[in-house]
């Protein structure tokens, strides 16, 4: 028996991965499409598995756009002076050197092929989880959203942290398989078999956007 199936194997033993399933609000949230990981000569990139997510994302934002369904976009960021940087200091070279996700810069903005449309929110964040000392939280309390359908990067580090705290406040984060990317395709399985054990469900966007269509048109 391989690794991965002997994972599995265990994890169904004890009772994990059971389905969460989608709720009855949900909100999309686009997790930092940013210059410095979509850009191909960027020291971050995740270029180019990065832009095979472009399209479904693409459908899963209009899709959302066109039945009142929220759509939330988060941008990774470091003050300009390097003061908010905290331990990446340590651990990211070139967040030590100061060159990316500063703010302002343009590797630090959104792609224009993701661009907010009018009505979308962008949620700052200094930190890997869109929960983490933003406003975010407040946003879905006011919509009573109890489900995010996730998109971006890096699946195993922003995405992840954020799938991890809505999970804490009973918010059921479903990972849309084809619209996350990380850095290797190792790195990729692993998080979405993790993820997909203990702490949301990992959905197809064909799921996704059938889901959506439960939802009235805008008028």
């Not at 050197?97 to 630090?108: H, W």
């Not at 939280?137 to 359908?149: G, K, N």
Request: charged letters at 25%; one cysteine or more; a neutral charge.
């Amino acid at each position: 028996m391989d690794t991965k199936s002997a994972s599995a194997d265990l994890y169904q033993k004890q009772g994990m991965g059971q389905r969460i399933g989608f709720g009855e609000r949900p909100a999309v949230l686009i997790i930092d499409m940013q210059h410095d990981f979509c850009d191909p000569d960027a020291p971050t990139t995740l270029w180019p598995s990065i832009g095979e997510t472009y399209e479904p994302i693409q459908q899963l934002a209009a899709s959302a756009r066109t039945r009142r369904v929220p759509v939330f976009y988060t941008q990774g960021l470091v003050a300009a002076d390097g003061s908010s940087a905290g331990l990446w200091r340590y651990k990211q070279r070139y967040h030590a050197e100061g060159r990316v996700q500063v703010e302002g810069s343009r590797g630090a903005a959104i792609i224009p092929e993701l661009a907010p449309a009018p009505g979308d929110r962008v949620i700052r964040k200094w930190r890997p989880s869109a929960f983490f000392r933003t406003d975010l939280e407040v946003f879905l309390s006011v919509l009573a959203i109890d489900t995010l359908l996730l998109c971006g990067t890096s699946l195993s580090g922003c995405v992840r942290a954020t799938a991890t705290d809505g999970f804490m406040r009973d918010i059921r984060c479903m990972v849309v398989r084809e619209c996350v990317a990380d850095r290797t395709e190792a790195v990729m399985a692993a998080n979405l078999f993790d993820i997909d054990q203990k702490y949301g469900d990992v959905v197809t966007i064909a799921d996704t956007l059938s889901y959506l269509e439960r939802f009235p048109l805008k008028n």
